[in-house]
């Protein structure tokens, strides 16, 4: 059995800290609002634990193979986030963005399978923390279903953040927008480092 403070210290620590899931669901809320930015955070839910079961059912392989798709998806993920940094900064404030876009369910679910941050930390929980220890079907889904939860909460609390600081974010919308299309930058240039 793991350390269970390591694995949720871990769980938390990464979760919670800036990524492309917590700014999007913060920029999402301050410019449609909280209950408008769930559809985003609901879906990077849903992706999140598709992301994390394929990471449980696959480590094994994906270890073997990783040397290999490593420089693959760092590129493929550096160019999406540099393309969700160009529609925040490209993006008007409370723009209807009901036909799709950055806040909608299917961007959320999307994210999460060009998110190396999420795709990381699904294979190093897995291979750490539960494969090692648990070989159930069942508890590893239910593990996975705790890491998406846990990563609802954190984009909800983003959103929250964004939401509640609206009208600040509104009178300085493009200075903000400029501040997260450059943490996103940051985020995707990261990955090269």
């Known amino acids: 059995m793991p350390n269970p403070f ?3 210290s871990y769980v938390l620590l990464t979760t919670f800290t800036p990524g492309p899931n917590n700014i999007m669901s913060m920029s999402n809320a301050s410019r449609l609002g909280f209950r408008r930015s769930l559809r985003f955070t609901s879906g990077v839910f849903a992706g999140f634990f598709v992301v994390m079961s ?3 059912a696959f480590t094994l392989t994906l270890y073997k193979t990783m040397p290999n798709i490593k420089p693959v998806m760092t590129v493929i993920g550096a160019t999406y986030i540099l393309w969700l940094a160009y529609k925040t900064v490209s993006a008007s404030p409370h723009a209807d963005e ?6 909608s369910f299917l961007s959320g679910v999307v994210l999460q399978f060009f998110n190396p941050k999420g795709i990381l930390y699904g294979l190093t929980v897995a291979s750490t923390f539960l494969v090692p220890y648990y070989k159930s079907a069942a508890l590893l889904a239910g593990f996975c279903l705790f890491m998406a939860a846990v990563a ?7 959103a929250m953040f964004g939401s509640l600081f609206e009208r600040f974010l509104a009178r300085n919308g493009k200075i903000v927008s400029w501040i997260m299309a ?12």
């Open 54 to 56: 394929l990471a449980c």
């Open 182 to 193: 450059g943490l996103l930058v940051y985020c995707a240039v990261s990955l090269f480092i």
């Open 6 to 8: 390591a694995f949720l």
């Open 98 to 103: 009901s036909r799709g876009g950055t806040g």
């Open 152 to 158: 609802f909460v954190s984009t909800s609390s983003w």
